[in-house]
């Protein structure tokens, strides 16, 4: 076997390796998305969802009653069941996804802000409108209880509640933007940061997004972003955030 | 040197083929770094008389990473006019005793309300939830939102600083106490406002607020009519939205399972508009009308043709000089 039979041997080899392993990881579907897995569940009668939502009874048969109003059944029954929206015929699920549920800064450096995002989606096909609200549960805390605080922003004013411009490196803390759809106005462009609700200090969850309409896949992106002083003691710190979406009723 | 060649060539597309493959590995390994989570249905009616039971059942699906969920129920209040619903969380089933008789979860019999149980990435479970509200409960409407907490597995603890994020979702229950199932519905307009006058290029747009102060949540099924001095009536379908008691709510339109604004499309409007508002509450019989009048004139055509007999008689007939 000569020399160069061996290279090209090598590099057929070498092709065929990543060939099947190319095959191998596309054809496997791997990517996590908000599955909406059919155009389910199309009624004939409106209200009466055949998927989740089946209502039923240990003592009494359901088929005919589930979503009417004759008053005999009712006695008889107990109850009236329905399900999804009168106007949407089909009960698509509600989603949500995020692309990155651990946003980890690494280590700090003074006086330079540090910034990771992370996308939200919301699927609210089934249902009207929705909202998505967020608090984080303390925060950033290290073990011994110092905390890295809450940013008050460039003005020293800005809140939970209250949106306002982070574009110094001299002020500190941690804060979120939000920009995309459904996002609240106040974040006027991507200087413009709020505190996240504290709820270890009684604050209330914020919304982050909203909207009145039947929404398919809304995206918006939150940037965290942090930033410490010297007098920042050196240590570990970590602090969860807990997101809700919920449907319009 | 030819063979010197050969064997760089090589190296490089070996070397390639290496960092292509790492690196799309290393992204799909990102992508698992994904939260998602779907519930269905997202809202559930359920009219019961006191001491009756029924259930339903809620299907949650984990389409990320594996990690640990809970499930709660949780009451909620209207917070404001759009159908938005502001949680309780103090008043939840596994913080209370109100409503802690309320609910129980009959399948999977392993899951239990504020308790955490495994979810893999991509699956499926069907919860069933028995609803027995006590035989002494009283009369009315009572509001909740079922709830499904993800949190990834995996712990942050060792991070110089990090965030983790846990995510919930939530499904609506209303629940109308009714020993009959007759609910009394009581509806009222709020707002139901329409121009005066309007441009004739202008749209002609309807803000409707109704408002419930009754005891049980119902839907406004009805429509806008509009009705020009020349041409035919349009209608406008009120979007069947839910209001619940004690609230009032904004009102929009729905065309071809679409929210919409109330507004009248026509292009051209000249003469008067007769707009009727005309719903009732859940088909109760009994119907709920308002009438206004809209004046449209063609203001702005108006305008602009007399700027255009002005240019031309300027035009035409040159002011004279005189000396």
Redesign the interface.
Known sequence: MT??SI?TY??VV??C??VY??IC?FSSP???????ESQNYKVQMP?F?S???????TNFKLDSSVGQ?A?GL??S?????????????S??????????????????TLGSP?TLT?NLTV??G????Y?VKVR?ATP?TKTGGQT?IDTTCDSGACTETTAGVWALTSTFGFGYNMAGDDVPVAFTDNTYYKQFANASGAEADQVVM?S???GRNRVSTIT?K?NISALQPAG?????????????? | MKKLINLKFASFVVMFLFLSTKYYVLSTSGVFAQLSTSISPPITEITIAPGKETTQIFTITNDGVDGTATISIVPFNSIDELGNVGLDEKLGITNSPMFANWFSITSPTSIKFGEKFTVFGGQKLNIIVKFSPPKDVLEGDNYFTFLYEFEADGENSNDVVSTKTNTRIGSNILISISKDGQQQKTAEIVEFSVPLIIDSLSPLKFNVRIGNPGSYFFKPLGAISVKPYFGNKSTLNLAPLNIVKNSIRNIPCTNNEEIITCEYDNKIKIGIYKTTLKFSADNDGSNTTSEKITFAFPFSLTFVLLIIIGIYRKISHPIDKHY
């Open positions: 020399k160069k290279e090598v590099v070498c092709i390796i990543f392993l190319y990881l791997l990517l996590a998305q908000a599955v909406i209200n969802n998927g989740a939502g089946i209502p039923s009874s109003t008053p009712y006695s029954a107990g109850f009236r069941i329905k399900s999804g929206f009168e106007y949407i015929h009960i698509i699920p509600f989603s949500f996804s995020m692309s990155n549920h651990r946003i980890n800064f690494g280590s700090l540090s992370s699927s609210a089934g249902a009207g409108g909202s984080e950033l890295i909203s009145a309409y039947v965290y942090v570990n710190y970590q602090n969860k955030i807990l997101f809700t979406a919920i449907p319009s009723f």
